[in-house]
């Protein structure tokens, strides 16, 4: 039988790859050039004076700092949400509550962003669900709409099942016999997780955290929608820069900043994850 050579099978990644490769060193060339004043056109000579003005650019050191800030927030929400949900289905003997709660988190991969977001403008609105209910109710209403609070909750919705299906695999892969062992030898079940699970499941934290601070950062559709035009994050910063003053090689110099700072924190991820794999690897064994 003949043995296909690695290279054929790979050929279609390494397309795509490649593909987003010649994207990339559009944007990076396009940065560099110049907007004509009173056009749409941009030409050379090539500089720096887009990157120059963006470092010091108030506006785009605050864009900056609101990404970091809520990406940072949602991850930890994931976290303190997700966790819990992904050890009941990694460790619950019903077959039954494992598959509920697998397409509750399926079902939300099959609706569109667009849908997710207006949903969610029908949930938080001034005339929404909640304050409707609210106002039955006798109580005051909520501003929970063009807000950071409408964003964080939109997309948290959106990145909370990628974390809970990322962290199952992990929680899947620690053997359940060695917490058995600890309740064995008299550790209480609050012990047994603080001493063993949590430690053994640090490295799947660090990748499903990573993988949803990477969505949260550049996530654009929830903040437009949602925000209102006050939420202003890296991914609106760029799409305003294009769509009000046509200035396209600063959004493609903010587009390269952008990329690199996303880089430069999963790579710390990246390193944190692989320190964690190898020292509880080396304790288990």
């Given at each position: 039988?003949r ?50 003005r ?18 940072a ?29 697998l397409f ?62 990322t ?45 949803c601070?990477?969505l ?23 799409y ?33 994850r ?12």
């Open positions: 039988m043995v296909t050579p690695a290279i054929w099978l790979a050929l279609p990644s390494l397309l795509v790859v490649a593909l987003f490769g010649v994207v990339l060193v559009s944007f990076a060339s396009v940065s560099l050039l110049t907007l004509e004043p009173g056009s749409a056109l941009f030409h050379g000579p090539v500089s720096l004076r887009n990157y120059e963006l470092l010091s650019s108030a506006g785009a050191w605050r864009a900056i700092g609101t990404t970091l800030r809520l990406s927030l949602i991850a930890l929400l994931c976290l303190l949400l997700g966790y819990p949900l992904a050890r009941v289905l990694a460790r619950s003997g019903s077959a039954r509550l494992r598959r509920v709660i509750c988190l399926v079902a939300t991969f099959l609706s569109g962003g667009v849908t997710r977001a207006y949903a969610w403008m029908v949930i938080l609105g001034n005339r929404g669900l909640i304050n409707e209910t609210l106002r039955g109710l006798g109580l005051p209403t909520l501003t929970l709409i063009n807000n950071e609070t409408a964003v964080v909750i939109s997309v948290l919705n959106f990145v909370l099942p990628f974390f809970v299906l962290l199952f695999g992990a929680l899947r892969t620690i053997p359940e016999t060695l917490e058995q062992a600890a309740r064995n030898l008299g550790a209480s079940r609050l012990r047994c997780f603080l001493h063993v699970t949590l430690p053994l499941s640090l490295p799947g934290i660090a990748a499903a955290t990573s993988l601070f990477a949260s950062l550049g996530a654009f559709l929830f903040p437009q929608m949602l925000g209102g035009g006050r939420v202003h994050v890296l991914a609106t910063a760029i305003d820069r294009i769509q009000t003053s046509y200035d396209i090689p600063a959004a493609a110099a903010l587009a390269m900043l952008f990329f690199g700072l996303m880089l430069a924190l999963l790579g710390l991820a990246g390193a944190i692989r320190a964690l794999s190898v020292r509880y690897a080396g304790e288990a064994a």
